[in-house]
């Protein structure tokens, strides 16, 4: 079993930075494949980005590549995104969440993830 906290959402205006922390409790987290995952308003849940258990491997979704980046922090128990050049359009709710079996493969798809956070609110206002 793992827990997840999201932390560091906020209100930033367009074009600013924010960098979400998502702190896990339990033993095996080294292992696992952690993603983020946002929902806007009336709207589904859409992948951000992933990062393997040992950061070697990532993806992110094209429509952030080259503004959000994953990271992680095995010693901390932590995954970071930092969040640039936002837009109002990346105003949702961010959550993290956790694959237990460190999957490598299709790290955008959601069914992967048995693990999930509360979620951390996120609104750029232009």
């Known amino acids: 079993q793992v827990q997840l906290v999201e932390s560091g959402g906020g209100l930033v205006q367009a074009g600013g930075s924010l960098r979400l922390s998502c702190a896990a409790s339990g033993r095996a987290f080294n292992s696992y494949t952690i993603a983020w995952f946002r929902q806007a308003p009336g709207k589904g849940r859409e992948f951000v980005a992933a990062?393997?258990?040992?950061?070697?491997?990532?993806s992110d979704a094209d429509s952030m590549k080259g503004r959000f980046t994953i990271s992680r922090d095995n010693a901390k128990n932590t995954v970071y995104l930092q969040m640039n050049s936002l837009k109002p359009e990346d105003t949702a709710v961010y959550y993290c969440?956790?694959?237990?079996?460190?999957?490598?493969?299709?790290?955008?798809?959601?069914?992967?993830?048995?693990?999930w956070g509360q979620g951390t609110q996120v609104t750029v206002f232009s």
């Open positions: 990062i393997s258990w040992s950061g070697g491997r990532t």
């Open positions: 969440a956790a694959d237990p079996w460190g999957s490598t493969q299709a790290m955008g798809v959601e069914s992967r993830y048995a693990y």
